[in-house]
């Protein structure tokens, strides 16, 4: 079932953008990189925000942060 209620994405970016930064923290090892990632991240939340469940969508926010990360990992080696 498709979610028809448009995220805050300001809310979220209140909510869950400590663990995001935590979680950027942790796997790139730079604040600049890190912060220039969480903007990356809340983009594709946005454009992702028709498969969040609204009770719960820290899963997929918290997939979405590991796969960007990666993909910045992966695009230096």
């Not at 400590?18 to 979680?23: G, L, N, Q």
């Not at 969480?38 to 498969?51: A, C, G, Q, S, T």
Request: charge should be neutral; glycine fraction near 2%.
């Amino acid at each position: 079932m498709k979610n028809t209620t448009r995220i805050n994405i300001e809310e979220y970016d209140i909510k869950y953008g400590p663990m995001v930064m935590r979680r950027c923290l942790f796997l790139l090892k730079d604040e600049d990189i890190a912060l220039e990632a969480m903007h990356d991240i809340f983009v594709k939340v946005l454009k992702n925000e028709n498969k969040l469940k609204l009770d719960y969508p820290s899963s997929l926010i918290y997939k979405i942060t590991t796969n960007v990360c990666l993909d910045i990992i992966n695009s230096k080696e």
